[in-house]
């Protein structure tokens, strides 16, 4: 089927977070999309709505079903019922899990640049972030992770938790295999648990699988807690429906505890409908919108390579996300993010909230129509210019 996600869609005066900027700006900064979702989606939850009754729910057994056969036809990975929780959000998961996996004080390991939210669950839970940074090689150029430096954050004796992202958000990396089973081994070496945040697992270019870290060997499936939910994938956030899963008994009980009593646990009548449309008939459409993001991907890379040579991108196989590197701009583009919406509008992330190591870096958003994919880089290169050119003249 097509779908024209070269459809414009005005979100303002729809308490959309993105979209409530001033007149003129252009936001390309919060990880959302301005796609309507798939169909069935929509289709479902206008099928609930009908009904007319909204009181309390649990969570159905076709729930389950729709997560373990997404996770199995897709994924090829095995996910049994009762491994499975409802939650109504990653973060409201992390968050409790970070409160009941570790105590005040202890440390958190996050590998930066990392999304930020992470530091939020942390900090604000009285634990202390460990910022363990990925390398840059210039072979791509890349990050990968660094085992040596992990190892050592690893090995300090307050680290207990380590909060993964699978994909990475902002580097949009797919880790492979490798890399996550020696995670595996140094967390299971150091006695860390690990949280996968999979919540960007769908999106990756096309002929590209993720891998899920549980996936990768009985170490990793048995110190692990997974995130997981289809608020990235078919742009439903807002109807706080996610899940997490961990194998080993113990480790789920203790989620389970903490996620009853911090009481984000329990589907509203609308998360469970439109988690079960997007995993149970949503894949076409799915499908259909990662070739977009992909040609989109390239369309930015290629205009960034050609047009704005102060400007580097990544090698990237999943998210939606360009993390851009501006070090070679005036002040090793410190401040570029603030300066780009003062003086053109265009509202995207400064790097810096990903951990001390994003400071030279902006996260632009390319999950919206391509006209406008195009009218964001036309302002970068503005702002990249009138920076340069501005600096030219006082020096
Ligand atoms: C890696 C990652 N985890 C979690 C979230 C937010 O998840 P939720 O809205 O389910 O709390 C985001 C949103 O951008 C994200 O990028």
Request: charged residues 25%; hydrophobic residues 40%; negative net charge.
């Amino acid at each position: 089927m097509d779908y024209n996600f070269d459809q414009i869609i005005d979100r303002k005066s729809t308490h959309c977070e993105k979209w409530d900027v001033k007149d003129g700006e252009l936001p390309m900064w919060v990880a959302d999309m301005d796609f309507k979702t798939a169909p069935p989606i929509i289709d479902a939850l206008e099928k609930r709505t009908a009904h007319g009754i909204f009181g309390y729910s649990y969570v159905p057994n076709y729930w389950y079903d729709a997560y373990i056969n997404w996770w199995k036809n897709r994924y090829d990975f095995s996910i049994e019922k009762h491994w499975l929780i409802f939650t109504t959000g990653v973060i409201p998961a992390i968050s409790s899990m970070v409160r009941k996996l570790t105590t005040p004080a202890e440390k958190v390991l996050v590998q930066t640049p990392v999304y930020n939210i992470f530091f939020n669950s942390i900090v604000n839970n009285g634990r202390i972030p460990v910022e363990c940074p990925l390398k840059l090689i210039e072979d791509g150029p890349r990050y990968v992770m660094d085992f040596e430096r992990l190892e050592k954050d690893l090995s300090d004796p307050q680290v207990s938790l380590m909060i993964l992202c699978n994909p990475q958000n902002p580097g949009g990396i797919a880790w492979d295999k490798e890399s996550l089973s020696k995670v595996a081994d140094l967390c299971f070496k150091y006695g860390v648990t690990v949280i996968s945040d999979e919540i960007h697992c769908d999106i990756t270019d096309p002929g590209v699988r993720y891998t899920p870290f549980a996936s990768v060997s009985d170490v990793a499936r048995d110190i692990s807690v997974t995130c997981l939910s289809p608020s990235k994938s078919f742009n439903v956030a807002g109807l706080h429906s996610a899940a997490v899963f961990a194998a080993n008994d113990k480790l789920r009980h203790k989620v389970w505890r903490g996620l009853n009593t911090d009481e984000v646990a329990e589907p509203g009548v609308y998360a469970v409908e439109g988690a079960v449309a997007a995993y149970t008939e949503g894949g076409d459409w799915l499908d259909s919108l990662r070739e977009y993001l992909y040609q989109n991907k390239l369309f930015a890379v290629d205009y960034i390579n050609k047009e704005i040579p102060a400007l580097r991108t990544f090698e990237e196989n999943a998210t939606y996300l360009l993390w851009i590197d501006c070090s070679k701009l005036p002040d090793e583009g410190k401040d570029f993010a603030r300066y780009l919406r003062e003086k053109t509008g265009l509202f995207i992330s400064a790097g810096k909230i990903y951990g001390k190591n994003g400071v030279s870096f902006v996260r632009m958003n390319l999950a919206c129509p391509r006209s406008i994919v195009e009218e964001g880089l036309r302002r970068l290169k503005q702002g990249v210019e009138q920076l340069i050119n501005e600096r030219e003249n006082i020096s």
